[in-house]
């Protein structure tokens, strides 16, 4: 067949994900999968019989633009109990298919040809290709190591008159580093005067540790009315399959958000949605409990790893531990995760896959959303690496 040249690429920089890279290299040389993020384990039993009823019931066909009516009502609520926000159900609540779709449109709908966004590195893979297919440019700030937390100072000068956006993600993938609430007080004191809007990726909201809180730019007024915030029902409820999330946003920039999310998406799954909406209703002590949850398995993980040559701090937040493997390997992270991979039989994420630059950083990120089993038995792995 003749090889028709196609178009230059949109996205020239662009390959495979890094999830989908190290979920494939595991599922080939069965490896225990601790790379890309989710659950090994199931969402409650109740859920998935409430998505089941829904169906029998006949909730088969299109949901609204913006998202059934019950489910933006409980997210509504969720939202003034937890971070003491009234929001409008109606008009600013967006139920999206998971957090990626959200992040994708609230970038499309904001960002203009020329404008620059300002994201944290390490920085979740799907930012810059957003904000690139928008026509802007991602200035990227160095997260300080060794807490990743954020350098304010570092901040106000890459803000420009072509600032449009700045993206903020607490708890933050791939370190578990937590904003405080000074992180808050200092961004907003940063973009007071300016025009620049905040996208804030909330979606471990959940899975803060130590007791600590989970401050959300909706907790505070300033940044709530420049903010989006998107979450995500896939971490919440060990349902990453799913692919339900939402956007949270003030009326302006809600009716742009939607403009891009209907010819994006239209709608989402409605047995899904409508399950989701009972199940808030009828078990918040799930959401609540989540932290204790997933502190329980990142002890779990960490004394593990205290048995092996990887040095890592506990994570403050999120599924996420990120380990030094400086004392087994001076191999570059790609190669060692894959290296630990083929030979040892356990994926991780190489942390420069989060970055742009040259950095030179002996990180890999495991996902202990794992059941103990697996946690053992990765744990026995990683000892004779
Ligand atoms: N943002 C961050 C920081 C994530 O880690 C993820 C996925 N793990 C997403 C967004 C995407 O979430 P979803 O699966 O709901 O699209
Ligand atoms: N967010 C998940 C992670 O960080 C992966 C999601 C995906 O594969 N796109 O592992």
Not at 155 to 166: E, G, Y
Not at 167 to 192: K, Y
Not at 249 to 273: C, D, N, W, Y
Request: hydrophobic share 45%; net charge neutral.
């Amino acid at each position: 067949m003749r090889h028709v040249p196609g178009p230059p690429s949109k996205l020239p920089g662009v390959g495979t994900t890094i999830f989908t890279v190290m979920s494939g290299l595991a599922a080939e040389h069965g490896a225990i999968n601790l790379s890309q993020g989710f659950p090994d384990f199931s969402p409650p039993a109740r859920l998935i019989e409430l998505v089941a009823a829904h169906m029998r019931a006949g909730l088969n066909q299109y949901a609204p633009m913006a998202g059934l009516p019950a489910l933006r009502a409980a997210i509504a609520d969720k939202v003034l109990d937890l971070y003491g926000r009234r929001v409008d159900a109606g008009s600013e609540v967006t139920v999206t298919p998971g957090a990626t779709e959200a992040l994708f449109c609230a970038v499309q709908a904001v960002v203009h040809r020329g404008e620059e966004v300002i994201l944290f590195e390490p920085a979740y893979d799907s930012y810059e290709p957003a904000v690139q297919l928008a026509g802007g440019v991602a200035v990227r700030v160095p997260l300080r190591r060794p807490r990743f937390d954020v350098d304010w100072d570092r901040v106000r000068d890459a803000l420009t008159p072509r600032t449009r956006l700045i993206i903020v993600n607490t708890p933050h993938n791939p370190s578990g580093a937590v904003f405080a609430r000074a992180d808050l007080e200092a961004l907003a004191g940063l973009l007071r005067g300016t025009r620049v809007l905040v996208l804030g990726d909330e979606v471990y909201e959940h899975m803060v540790f130590g007791g600590a809180a989970h401050h959300s730019v909706l907790t505070h007024e300033e940044l709530a009315a420049r903010g989006m915030v998107v979450s995500s029902f896939g971490k919440t409820y060990h349902a990453t399959g799913w692919k339900v999330g939402y956007c949270i946003a003030p009326v302006g920039l809600t009716q742009e958000f939607r403009k891009i999310h209907q010819f994006v998406q239209f709608s989402v799954a409605t047995p899904m949605q409508a399950a989701l909406a009972d199940f808030l209703v009828e078990a918040p002590e799930h959401h609540r409990q989540l932290a204790g949850f997933y502190q329980t398995k990142r002890d779990y993980f960490c004394r593990l790893l205290e048995q092996t040559r990887f040095r890592c701090t506990p994570s403050p937040g999120t599924y996420f531990q990120l380990a030094d493997y400086s004392a087994l390997s001076d191999l570059p992270d790609v190669e060692f995760a894959r290296h630990l991979t083929i030979r040892y039989g356990v994926a991780a994420i190489p942390v420069s896959a989060f970055s742009s630059g040259a950095r030179v950083e002996r990180l890999v990120r495991f996902c202990f959303a794992k059941d103990d089993v697996t946690l053992d038995a990765a744990g026995e792995r990683l000892k004779q690496a």
